[in-house]
């Protein structure tokens, strides 16, 4: 009875100490929310994009197989005794789970055949800093049925998950957790909804998918304007929706990218930095542009796509990355939203 | 009645309606509409009742459907000229009900007997079997007397196969499977039947349990596969059975899998999905939940995470008392999340989700309450939502969240809730006002329990505590300025409303009392804002609970002074004089005001040219016990009682002496408690007026 009340005493009067010095990762936790609540919501600047800053030991078939794909975007909250020693484990493990939900009711083994094929790989070197954990590609694959066949499997789904300059969240956790926020999936939805299922009764974690709001996709367009490229690939173009009934009306706006980065190279100052008046600054040129040919302002609608020969960002959560070199900055900002939004 | 009585009772009715009593409709009531019905009763009462109206269609549909199942038990009239069509009519009847809402176990027990007893045509008995859809639970018991049927031999094949198929489709919602279990080896017998054995596999498999798998049920199996070739329904079940005692099975079984089991659900599929859907509401599987942004997911049960210990009060208490930082952070993100996503006023038109957030909420407030702690969570859920939030959106719940906000530094949240939270105060009702100023008085009362634990159980020792403690009697203190700041500005906007000042003065009776109470080094006073209204209220509660405060206040106060006496040394929490000066301020104009009938001389200093103006020819009697405006009526009523001879001339005046004591005892007579406390405290009595 003793033992119990001592440390009964040590775990209340410890608590009231960590309010004050904010010990635990939990109150690092709220510091970071409160310091993020209390002012303004994004840091007014950010670094521009660098060249290539993926490690070298990375994988360059698959970062390409990355690239040119349209991928959607959930935030992730940490992982709960995840190991990068169990990958092979928790490939049996996810088709087993997936074989059970497509025939619903049958019981099935763990490790039986079945004519889907799920792998688990770490990603290396897609990482911003030697902090952030492994980013991991799983994938759901067919299996042919005839074995004669060719041993190329058809690729129905893939999802991966990253964190790309993770600091302020891995700071806040301890060591049984995994941080991972950012995922992307490319494939059919319920897919992705078994795979979000059994991550979420595995791990003990939550996904919800990841809005980029106007505010964001005007960061994107500057920061991705300021890149530099040898060679642009595509025009750079916003989309603007139109709250109207019966239907909803679009605006396309698409500019030489040359032109757009000129027109950054105006207003832009900092050298290396992206800040808030410059990403104002650079829209209401646009705006003011549009205004003078149109006599309309832009401004009173919503933006809801940007594409740049960087990346492509639409307002559901939906990303394109076209360009390798840049391909850890865009996931860097893609982090940060993440973080924003499971804090 | 006794516990030992009602589980008599209910047992009793079980047995009667030979169902378990969770169902919606038990067999008296099913009984009790009949009558009803035979009368005709309660169609005139429908008629002539308008509030009843509503559901009368229903109602009707009910009574139909009573009169069908009659019919059917009864058996088919032989003698009726248009029997073809009477049977047709209820056929349809049960028919539409049974798609609609489903049926009550009890209709589906008397059906089932009615199908299988062979009472009626093959076809008949077909389309009964097919509308066998629960509301939402199937008796065992039902089940049970329509296997017996089939021993019986009166129905036909294909009926039989139909009841099979049933049985698989419906597997799910038969409340108990003990005593089916128990009629596996009648379900094994019928494998030998070639049109049966697909359906019984599937049944035998849903069914079977370690303890079914025998040597000699293997051996059969066997045979049969021998007999009729590998079957996947057959090796569906071998490889159940190999599963629980692979020492019995030596026989390798194909690994790849097929689809076993013809599906036996087609015939239902539609009624189960509704019915599933009435079992657990609208979500009827997990992995809806995130499929696009854009579509809302309700929150009617937890999932398998960490979220489920909310509901469950042994895990919470579990979570209390390990101190595992993992466990914390988990529920951490979890209810982060799911707060952040079933918000809903983040997403626009999406209120009718309003009664499931605010249950949402409501199980979360349950789980704090019961841990006598706020969670993190909700901490940062309030700092993002808070400044988006209407005030009237799920508001009790919402409110509630703010009271459970955990101990901390008040300037570092002020930004974050309370001025958001301001805002909100000045420019709604005095209802919401109220509302807010109740879970305020909460929160204080949360902050006042953990801290007083958690001080009392340290020793003082310890190192950083001495600049804690402080620190914590400083943000309580704020806390409380904070309302008193809230209270003096609402009074003024609200025009000293009654309503309101009893909200404020109930939190102030949470504050008088915290040096005693709480045994918290901090006595902090009303501010005059809220003490005059008090003192000149119309409404005689309101002075008696002033009176109240300012008694406790006096106990507090002076238990503090004789601990300092005591103890001598100079402690950091000795208040200062400030503060007594204050509390004795207060009481001097109170007892001008209310006894010596000296009022705006100390301590409530108006300049007498002021009072002269008013024209109040005796001001200085009118705040008096008797002439105060709370307190005048008593003194009429006590004047009429003690002396009904001079109803004409009630002379207040004539209160003094003698009867001043008398009148005091008729106060204190009449509830006056508060009133009776600080007079007795506040004032000797040799200074009778």
Same mark, same amino acid.
């Given at each position: 009875?003793?033992?119990?009340?001592?440390?009964?005493?040590?775990?209340?009067s410890?608590?009231?100490?960590?309010?004050?010095?904010?010990?635990?990762?939990?109150?690092?936790?709220?510091?970071?929310?409160?310091?993020?609540?209390?002012?303004?919501?994004?840091?007014?600047?950010?670094?521009?994009?660098?060249?290539?800053?993926?490690?070298?030991?990375?994988?360059?078939?698959k970062?390409?197989?990355?690239?040119?794909?349209?991928w959607?975007?959930?935030?992730?909250?940490?992982?709960?005794?995840?190991?990068?020693?169990?990958?092979?484990?928790?490939?049996?493990?996810?088709?087993?789970?997936?074989?059970?939900?497509?025939?619903?009711?049958?019981?099935?083994?763990?490790?039986?055949?079945f004519?889907i094929?799920?792998?688990?790989?770490?990603?290396?070197?897609?990482?911003?800093?030697?902090?952030?954990?492994?980013?991991?590609?799983?994938?759901?694959?067919?299996?042919?049925?005839?074995?004669?066949?060719?041993?190329?499997?058809?690729?129905?789904?893939?999802?991966?998950?990253?964190?790309?300059?993770?600091?302020?969240?891995?700071?806040?956790?301890?060591?049984?957790?995994?941080?991972?926020?950012?995922?992307?999936?490319?494939?059919?939805?319920?897919?992705?909804?078994?795979?979000?299922?059994?991550?979420?009764?595995?791990?003990?974690?939550?996904?919800?998918?990841?809005?980029?709001?106007?505010?964001?996709?005007?960061?994107?367009?500057?920061?991705?304007?300021?890149?530099?490229?040898?060679?642009?690939?595509?025009?750079?173009?916003?989309?603007?929706?139109?709250?109207?009934?019966?239907?909803?009306?679009?605006?396309?706006?698409?500019?030489?990218?040359?032109d757009?980065?000129?027109?950054?190279?105006?207003?832009?100052?900092?050298?290396?930095?992206?800040?808030?008046?410059?990403?104002?600054?650079?829209?209401?040129?646009?705006?003011?542009?549009?205004?003078?040919?149109?006599?309309?302002?832009?401004?009173?609608?919503?933006?809801?796509r940007?594409?740049?020969?960087?990346?492509?960002?639409?307002?559901?959560?939906?990303?394109?990355?076209?360009?390798?070199?840049?391909?850890?900055g865009?996931?860097?900002?893609l982090?940060?939203?993440?973080?924003?939004?499971?804090? | 009645?006794?516990?030992?009585k009602?589980?008599?009772?209910?047992?009793?009715q079980?047995?009667?309606?030979?169902?378990?009593?969770?169902?919606?409709?038990?067999?008296?009531a099913?009984?009790?509409?009949?009558?009803?019905?035979?009368?005709?009763?309660?169609?005139?009462?429908?008629?002539?009742?308008p509030?009843?109206?509503?559901?009368?269609?229903?109602?009707?549909?009910?009574?139909?459907?009573?009169?069908?199942?009659?019919?059917?038990?009864?058996?088919?009239?032989?003698?009726?000229?248009?029997?073809?069509?009477?049977?047709?009519?209820?056929?349809?009847?049960?028919?539409?009900?049974?798609?609609?809402?489903?049926?009550?176990?009890?209709?589906?027990?008397?059906?089932?007997?009615?199908?299988?007893?062979?009472?009626?045509?093959?076809?008949?008995?077909?389309?009964?079997?097919?509308?066998?859809?629960?509301?939402?639970?199937?008796?065992?018991?039902?089940?049970?007397?329509?296997?017996?049927?089939?021993?019986?031999?009166?129905c036909?094949?294909?009926?039989?196969?139909?009841?099979?198929?049933?049985?698989?489709?419906?597997?799910?919602f038969?409340?108990?499977?003990?005593?089916?279990?128990?009629?596996?080896?009648?379900?094994?017998?019928?494998?030998?039947?070639?049109?049966?054995?697909p359906?019984?596999?599937?049944?035998?498999?849903?069914?079977?349990?370690?303890?079914?798998?025998?040597p000699?049920?293997?051996?059969?199996l066997?045979?049969?596969?021998?007999?009729?070739?590998?079957?996947?329904?057959?090796?569906?079940?071998?490889?159940?059975?190999?599963?629980?005692?692979?020492?019995?099975?030596?026989?390798?079984?194909?690994?790849?899998?097929?689809?076993?089991f013809?599906?036996?659900?087609?015939?239902?599929?539609?009624?189960?999905?509704?019915?599933?859907q009435?079992?657990q509401?609208?979500?009827?599987?997990?992995?809806?939940?995130?499929?696009?942004?854009a579509?809302?997911?309700?929150?009617?049960?937890?999932?398998?995470?960490?979220?489920?210990?909310?509901?469950?009060?042994?895990?919470?208490?579990?979570?209390?008392?390990?101190?595992?930082?993992?466990?914390?952070?988990?529920?951490?993100?979890?209810?982060?999340?799911?707060?952040?996503?079933?918000?809903?006023?983040?997403?626009?038109?999406?209120?009718?989700?309003?009664?499931?957030?605010?249950?949402?909420l409501a199980?979360?407030n349950?789980?704090?309450?019961?841990?006598?702690?706020?969670?993190?969570?909700?901490?940062?859920?309030?700092?993002?939502?808070?400044?988006?939030?209407?005030?009237?959106?799920?508001?009790?719940?919402?409110?509630?969240?703010?009271?459970?906000?955990?101990?901390?530094?008040?300037?570092?949240?002020?930004?974050?809730?309370?001025?958001?939270?301001?805002?909100?105060?000045?420019?709604?009702?005095?209802?919401?006002?109220?509302?807010?100023?109740?879970?305020?008085?909460?929160?204080?009362?949360?902050?006042?329990?953990?801290?007083?634990?958690?001080?009392?159980?340290?020793?003082?020792?310890?190192?950083?505590l001495?600049?804690t403690l402080g620190?914590?009697?400083?943000?309580?203190?704020?806390?409380?300025?904070?309302?008193?700041?809230?209270?003096?500005?609402?009074?003024?906007?609200?025009?000293?409303?009654?309503?309101?000042?009893h909200f404020?003065?109930?939190?102030?009776?949470?504050?008088?009392?915290?040096?005693?109470?709480? /045994?918290?080094? +901090?006595?902090? $006073? @009303?501010?005059? %804002?809220?003490?005059?209204?008090? !003192?000149?209220?119309?409404? &005689?509660s309101?002075?008696?609970?002033?009176?109240?405060?300012?008694?406790?206040?006096?106990?507090?106060?002076?238990?503090?002074?004789k601990?300092?006496?005591?103890?001598?040394?100079?402690?950091?929490?000795?208040?200062?004089?400030?503060?007594?000066?204050?509390?004795?301020?207060?009481?001097?104009?109170?007892?001008?005001?209310?006894?010596?009938?000296?009022?705006?001389?100390?301590?409530?200093?108006?300049?007498?040219?002021?009072?002269?103006?008013?024209?109040?020819?005796?001001?200085?009697n009118?705040?008096?016990?008797?002439h105060?405006?709370?307190?005048?009526?008593?003194?009429?009523?006590?004047?009429?009682?003690?002396?009904?001879?001079e109803?004409?001339?009630?002379?207040?005046?004539?209160?003094?002496?003698?009867?001043? /004591?008398?009148? +005091?005892?008729? $106060? @204190?007579?009449? %509830?006056?408690?508060?009133?009776? !406390?600080?007079?007795?405290? &506040?004032?000797?009595?040799?200074?009778?007026?």
């Amino acid at each position: 009875m003793d033992s119990y009340e001592s440390t009964h005493q040590h775990i209340a009067s410890s608590r009231l100490k960590d309010y004050f010095i904010g010990a635990t990762p939990l109150q690092k936790r709220l510091e970071s929310v409160r310091k993020q609540t209390s002012f303004v919501p994004t840091p007014p600047r950010r670094k521009i994009p660098q060249c290539s800053q993926l490690q070298e030991d990375n994988d360059p078939q698959k970062v390409a197989f990355l690239l040119h794909k349209q991928w959607t975007l959930y935030s992730l909250t940490p992982l709960y005794k995840f190991s990068y020693t169990n990958l092979k484990e928790y490939a049996s493990l996810l088709s087993a789970f997936i074989a059970a939900e497509k025939q619903k009711g049958l019981a099935v083994e763990v490790g039986e055949d079945f004519n889907i094929k799920v792998t688990f790989s770490t990603l290396l070197g897609m990482k911003g800093t030697q902090r952030d954990p492994e980013a991991f590609l799983v994938q759901i694959l067919s299996k042919s049925q005839l074995p004669s066949e060719n041993r190329e499997h058809k690729v129905l789904w893939t999802g991966w998950f990253c964190c790309i300059f993770g600091d302020s969240l891995l700071e806040t956790v301890s060591e049984d957790f995994t941080c991972v926020p950012l995922f992307l999936a490319n494939g059919a939805e319920t897919n992705t909804a078994i795979v979000g299922t059994w991550f979420q009764k595995t791990f003990d974690c939550y996904f919800s998918p990841l809005a980029i709001n106007a505010f964001n996709l005007s960061w994107m367009a500057a920061m991705w304007t300021a890149c530099k490229m040898d060679q642009y690939m595509a025009a750079t173009e916003f989309l603007w929706s139109v709250p109207c009934s019966p239907q909803s009306l679009d605006i396309s706006y698409a500019i030489h990218p040359e032109d757009a980065k000129a027109l950054w190279d105006s207003v832009h100052k900092t050298p290396g930095e992206v800040t808030q008046e410059e990403v104002d600054l650079f829209m209401d040129c646009l705006y003011s542009h549009f205004h003078r040919h149109f006599k309309i302002h832009l401004s009173a609608t919503r933006l809801v796509r940007v594409s740049t020969s960087v990346a492509s960002a639409h307002t559901d959560g939906k990303i394109k990355i076209l360009c390798h070199k840049y391909l850890i900055g865009v996931l860097a900002y893609l982090t940060e939203l993440a973080i924003f939004q499971i804090d | 009645m006794s516990p030992q009585k009602r589980v008599k009772n209910s047992q009793v009715q079980k047995r009667t309606s030979q169902v378990s009593g969770n169902y919606p409709t038990n067999l008296l009531a099913w009984e009790e509409k009949e009558d009803l019905n035979d009368s005709k009763y309660s169609l005139k009462r429908g008629q002539n009742n308008p509030v009843e109206d509503y559901g009368h269609a229903d109602d009707q549909a009910e009574d139909a459907l009573q009169i069908a199942v009659r019919y059917f038990e009864k058996g088919p009239v032989k003698t009726s000229q248009n029997k073809d069509k009477i049977l047709e009519e209820h056929l349809k009847t049960v028919e539409n009900v049974a798609l609609k809402n489903g049926l009550a176990p009890e209709g589906i027990d008397i059906l089932l007997n009615v199908a299988l007893s062979g009472k009626f045509g093959s076809a008949v008995n077909t389309r009964i079997l097919k509308c066998m859809i629960p509301t939402t639970l199937i008796s065992e018991h039902s089940v049970v007397k329509a296997v017996s049927w089939l021993c019986v031999g009166k129905c036909s094949g294909s009926t039989k196969v139909l009841f099979y198929r049933w049985l698989v489709a419906m597997f799910d919602f038969i409340d108990h499977k003990e005593e089916i279990n128990l009629l596996y080896g009648f379900f094994f017998a019928s494998l030998q039947d070639d049109a049966l054995c697909p359906y019984a596999c599937h049944l035998l498999y849903l069914l079977t349990k370690k303890e079914n798998v025998k040597p000699f049920r293997v051996r059969k199996l066997l045979d049969l596969q021998a007999k009729m070739g590998m079957q996947p329904h057959l090796q569906a079940l071998l490889s159940l059975y190999k599963f629980f005692a692979p020492t019995l099975i030596s026989v390798s079984l194909p690994t790849r899998k097929k689809i076993y089991f013809k599906n036996s659900e087609n015939l239902w599929k539609t009624a189960l999905l509704a019915v599933r859907q009435r079992n657990q509401g609208p979500p009827p599987e997990p992995l809806k939940l995130m499929l696009g942004p854009a579509k809302v997911r309700p929150v009617k049960r937890l999932p398998s995470q960490m979220g489920a210990v909310l509901n469950n009060s042994l895990l919470l208490h579990y979570i209390n008392c390990v101190k595992d930082e993992s466990i914390l952070l988990r529920l951490y993100h979890w209810l982060s999340q799911t707060l952040q996503e079933e918000c809903i006023w983040y997403k626009v038109n999406n209120f009718e989700h309003e009664k499931e957030f605010a249950n949402f909420l409501a199980t979360v407030n349950r789980a704090q309450c019961f841990l006598q702690e706020g969670f993190y969570s909700c901490e940062t859920f309030l700092y993002k939502s808070l400044p988006l939030w209407d005030g009237f959106c799920c508001r009790s719940q919402f409110l509630q969240l703010v009271s459970w906000i955990p101990f901390n530094s008040f300037s570092e949240v002020k930004p974050l809730v309370f001025d958001h939270l301001a805002q909100l105060f000045f420019t709604s009702t005095i209802y919401f006002k109220s509302s807010v100023l109740q879970s305020l008085k909460e929160l204080l009362q949360n902050w006042l329990l953990w801290l007083s634990v958690d001080i009392h159980m340290k020793p003082v020792m310890n190192s950083p505590l001495e600049t804690t403690l402080g620190g914590s009697m400083n943000s309580v203190s704020e806390l409380i300025h904070y309302v008193g700041w809230l209270s003096t500005t609402a009074l003024r906007l609200e025009s000293n409303s009654t309503f309101l000042l009893h909200f404020i003065l109930d939190f102030y009776e949470k504050v008088c009392d915290i040096y005693i109470n709480y /045994n918290l080094p +901090l006595v902090v $006073l @009303f501010p005059p %804002g809220i003490f005059y209204p008090a !003192l000149l209220s119309l409404d &005689s509660s309101i002075l008696n609970q002033l009176c109240y405060i300012m008694h406790r206040y006096r106990k507090n106060l002076t238990a503090a002074k004789k601990n300092e006496l005591v103890q001598k040394t100079k402690s950091e929490f000795n208040f200062s004089s400030k503060t007594y000066q204050e509390f004795n301020h207060y009481l001097t104009a109170m007892v001008g005001c209310l006894w010596t009938s000296k009022p705006f001389q100390k301590g409530f200093y108006i300049d007498p040219d002021v009072l002269e103006k008013t024209g109040v020819a005796e001001y200085k009697n009118s705040l008096n016990l008797v002439h105060h405006p709370a307190l005048l009526s008593y003194a009429v009523s006590f004047l009429l009682q003690e002396w009904p001879e001079e109803r004409t001339t009630v002379n207040m005046r004539s209160i003094r002496g003698k009867k001043w /004591n008398w009148y +005091l005892d008729y $106060l @204190f007579s009449e %509830g006056l408690q508060g009133l009776k !406390l600080f007079i007795r405290s &506040s004032i000797h009595h040799s200074s009778v007026p």
